[in-house]
């Protein structure tokens, strides 16, 4: 296997993990919308009308960007730089929320839905800036 099959692989793979966590995230941000309309916004408890609004914010940012990767895969690159802002978004609130006493740290599932948007970020801005609609070969890689 040459290193453009793998590059090409791994940005597929990538994609494919980035839309399976937006529609998980898409399904939880609907099942607490649904539920019970409590949420904490950077440690503030919110209740009832505001929390309900900035779940059905969280449910559609992460739906409409779930079915864009699906819909338009030539706007992949700006897309994965939505959901990388958006999940980094959710750790930096989640982060503030969970702290007591300026102890603990952040939330390890919404880091490793941040890590997966990166990583798909910077290795599809790889694939399309060094690889030609051919297939073949360019940039640093020649």
Known sequence: MDHNQVI?????????????????????FLFVFIINWEDRFFGTKLDGLPAGLYLLAK???????????????????????????????LVVDSSITIQRNGTGYFSPVLTVCFIIAVAFLIVHAVVVRCYRETGSPGGIFQ
């Open 8 to 28: 090409r692989f791994l940005d597929s793979l990538l994609k494919y993990c980035l839309v399976g966590v937006l529609s998980l995230s898409t399904l939880m």
């Open 59 to 89: 449910w559609l940012i992460a739906g409409v960007l779930a079915v864009a990767f699906v819909k338009y895969p030539r706007y992949s690159l700006h897309l994965a730089a939505i959901a990388a802002m958006f999940y980094g978004w």
